[in-house]
């Protein structure tokens, strides 16, 4: 996969004028939305990890084989941020979300080990309500046991009501996953 760095947005006027099918990648910040994204993508830095949550706060385009925009958007949920700055993420998240026309699929990340946050069941709600076909990705699935994973993708499926084929459980560390979210996101284009 080659991935390349297109654009940085805040608003609508700073998108950029592609008609790429694009699949945007969300999550609360610390779930290993940038380790994702670079194991994804096979790049080691394409977005970066650990650093300060929430510090990301622009919407980051990147091409990917020329064929689709893989979109990264701040994560949510960091609560030691401001209100005026929530706002204006969650503005700037919603006009993208809401406005942008070749969004094709929402990749939602959730932790393997824990249940999904409010945060995360208001986000898919969301996109529910957009009509935004979404695919799940537990992360961190390396930290559970081999016998419990299943149980776990369950688990988060029942409680997001997203239909068990459209979740999957992935580790970054140990690039295990990846295919199969491939697989899914080529169909997803392809329409
Ligand atoms: N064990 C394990 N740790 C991970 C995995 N993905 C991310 N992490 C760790 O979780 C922390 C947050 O990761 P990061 O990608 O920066 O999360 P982000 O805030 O959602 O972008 C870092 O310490 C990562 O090394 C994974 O698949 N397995
Ligand atoms: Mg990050």
Redesign the pocket.
């Known amino acids: 996969m080659q991935a390349e760095f297109v654009t940085s947005a805040v608003g609508k006027d700073q998108w950029p004028e592609s008609t790429l099918p694009e699949v945007v990648v969300v ?1 609360r ?8 994204i670079n194991a994804l993508t096979n790049r080691k830095r394409l ?1 970066y ?3 300060t ?1 929430g510090k990301t706060r622009l919407i980051n385009f990147f091409s990917i084989d020329g064929k689709w925009m893989l979109v990264d958007v701040p ?1 949510y949920g960091y609560a030691k941020m401001s209100k005026t700055m929530l706002k204006k993420m969650g503005d700037m998240m919603e006009e993208y979300f809401s406005k942008r026309e070749q969004l094709v699929l929402a990749i939602q990340l959730v932790d393997a080990r824990h249940d999904p946050t409010q945060d995360d069941m208001d986000m898919i709600d969301y996109f529910k309500a957009l009509k935004i076909p979404i695919l799940l990705v537990a ?2 699935i ?2 559970i046991p081999k016998t419990k994973r299943i149980k776990s993708l369950k688990n988060i499926s029942q409680k997001l009501q997203i239909p068990l084929r459209m979740v999957y459980g ?4 140990e690039k295990i996953g990846f295919e199969e979210v491939i697989d899914l996101i080529e169909k997803q284009i392809l329409g």
């Open positions: 999550g910040s610390n779930v290993g939305k940038s380790s994702f977005a990890v650990g650093n949550p994560g992360t961190k390396d930290k992935i580790s970054s560390t």
